[in-house]
């Protein structure tokens, strides 16, 4: 709990059952718009994750050795994510909340 200022929250609204599939609708065979939504969505995925699988490799690694591995990890993932755009998309819930200062 806030000890100087609080807030106030009203839930506005939600969209449980309505989901934006964030795809790039890739033609098949359209290699380098397959590649440009591998690109786009690992580098999403990328951001949040990124750290935990860092982290979870053991401390008797190197840093060095470490990013490398991570990186090959990226990579391959990419390469997954291009050669089947369409099994690889992002679902987003969106909510709404009012949020004041009181």
């Known amino acids: 709990m806030l000890t100087k200022s609080s807030i106030s929250c009203t839930f506005l609204s939600h969209y449980s059952d309505k ?34 699988f860092y982290s979870g490799l053991s401390d008797s ?9 991570v990186e090959e990890l990226w990579g391959k993932y990419e390469d997954m994510v291009a050669e089947a755009p369409a099994e690889h998309a992002s679902r987003t819930v969106y909510a709404y909340l009012r949020v004041r200062k009181i």
């Open 19 to 52: 989901y934006t599939n964030i795809t790039f609708h890739v033609r098949s065979g359209d290699d380098n718009a397959a590649r440009k939504h591998a690109k786009l969505y690992v580098s999403d995925a990328r951001r949040w994750s990124h750290h935990a």
């Open 61 to 69: 690694r190197s840093d060095e050795e470490k990013t490398e591995l």
